[in-house]
């Protein structure tokens, strides 16, 4: 370990499971010297292990509805309290769909679904960082991050309005980033990461051939949760000071590449043996 974030206080949001990139952030920010707080929706910490993430990392668990100004405000009282005062760094790790769980097409999309798809997903994060500032919650170069995905810039089959989700997201991380970096020193970036087994990724239909996909197509392969969580700590540390307003991508160089050869390979060999889709979605 590197002490990298001895001293730091951070808040986490939406550590489920062992499976959770969240779950892993949090273990190496406690292994690498930081104290912090772990959020999760009520519902979540009813289903998931949090608590046993909590003990492990010798913290405490404030439920919050992200999307409720009221309780995101109270969740960052309540841990300024429990730090004995600000915060350091934040993780911004929560997406959800009901039109992708439902399995609604792009073009019919049902509204009240993609209404929730952008509240929980972007406006959340507009809702935190609005409260956080108002009440003065981050300390001066501090660091925020939240989670993005390529889907943001370019087309994926199946990802339907996440995307649209994310690249809000990644817009609200450069207008506030602009803000709260020229009143405050806070940077503010999101981390577009490869596709992971997470919890929420293992039931999207298609996973395992999307990673397979990504991991011949990076230089690199896909980056690992543990990856993720190393580069997140460094994002968070004081090594990264004059990274803001930017979408990082973390994943092997995939987000770069336009054919490579194992891919090409693959596809030669599909070649032999088409498989028309039954219909386009």
Same mark, same amino acid.
């Given at each position: %370990?590197?002490?990298?974030?001895? #001293?730091?206080?951070?808040?986490?949001?939406?550590?489920?499971?062992?499976?959770?990139?969240?779950? *892993?952030? &949090?273990?190496?920010? $406690?292994?690498?010297?930081?104290?912090?707080?772990?959020?999760?929706?009520?519902?979540?910490?009813?289903?998931?292990?949090?608590?046993?993430?909590?003990?492990?990392?010798?913290?405490?668990?404030?439920?919050?509805?992200?999307?409720?100004?009221?309780?995101?405000?109270?969740?960052?009282?309540?841990? %300024?309290?429990?730090?004995?005062?600000?915060?350091?760094?934040?993780?911004?790790?929560?997406?959800?769909?009901?039109?992708?769980?439902?399995?609604?097409? $792009?073009?019919?999309?049902? $509204?009240?679904?993609?209404?929730?798809?952008?509240?929980?997903?972007?406006?959340?994060?507009?809702?935190?960082?609005?409260?956080?500032?108002?009440?003065?919650?981050?300390?001066?170069?501090?660091?925020?991050?939240?989670? /993005? $995905?390529?889907?943001?810039?370019?087309?994926?089959?199946?990802?339907?309005?996440?995307?649209?989700? *994310?690249?809000?997201?990644?817009?609200? &991380?450069? /207008?506030?980033?602009?803000?709260?970096?020229?009143? =405050?020193?806070?940077?503010?970036?999101?981390?577009?990461?490869?596709?992971?087994?997470?919890?929420? #990724?293992?039931?999207?239909?298609?996973?395992?051939?999307? !990673?397979?996909?990504?991991?011949?197509? /990076?230089?690199?392969?896909?980056?690992?949760?543990?990856? +993720?969580?190393?580069?997140?700590?460094?994002?968070?540390?004081?090594?990264?000071? =004059?990274?803001? !307003?930017?979408?990082? +991508?973390?994943? #092997?160089?995939?987000?770069?590449?336009? %054919?490579?050869?194992?891919? !090409?390979? %693959?596809?030669?060999?599909?070649?032999?043996?088409?498989?028309?889709?039954?219909?386009?979605?």
């Amino acid at each position: %370990m590197y002490n990298l974030l001895r #001293g730091k206080k951070g808040l986490i949001f939406g550590a489920l499971n062992e499976k959770s990139l969240a779950w *892993k952030v &949090a273990e190496r920010a $406690y292994e690498e010297g930081a104290e912090i707080v772990l959020t999760n929706t009520p519902v979540a910490i009813r289903f998931g292990n949090i608590n046993e993430l909590a003990q492990k990392c010798n913290t405490v668990v404030i439920p919050a509805d992200a999307t409720n100004v009221s309780e995101i405000e109270n969740l960052l009282n309540e841990t %300024m309290k429990h730090f004995d005062g600000k915060i350091d760094f934040i993780l911004h790790s929560i997406a959800m769909s009901m039109n992708v769980r439902k399995g609604r097409k $792009y073009d019919n999309l049902n $509204y009240n679904y993609l209404n929730k798809t952008l509240d929980i997903s972007a406006i959340s994060f507009h809702k935190l960082l609005q409260s956080a500032k108002k009440i003065d919650a981050i300390n001066e170069w501090g660091s925020v991050v939240a989670l /993005s $995905y390529v889907a943001a810039q370019k087309t994926l089959y199946r990802y339907n309005d996440m995307a649209d989700a *994310k690249a809000m997201l990644e817009s609200i &991380a450069r /207008s506030f980033g602009y803000i709260y970096g020229r009143e =405050k020193k806070i940077r503010i970036n999101t981390i577009s990461q490869s596709p992971t087994p997470t919890t929420a #990724g293992s039931g999207v239909k298609g996973i395992g051939g999307l !990673m397979d996909f990504t991991e011949r197509m /990076s230089p690199l392969g896909n980056a690992t949760a543990d990856e +993720f969580a190393d580069f997140c700590v460094t994002i968070f540390s004081d090594l990264t000071r =004059k990274i803001t !307003m930017q979408n990082i +991508f973390h994943d #092997g160089g995939f987000s770069n590449m336009g %054919m490579s050869l194992r891919a !090409m390979t %693959m596809y030669n060999q599909s070649l032999d043996n088409p498989i028309e889709p039954k219909s386009w979605e």
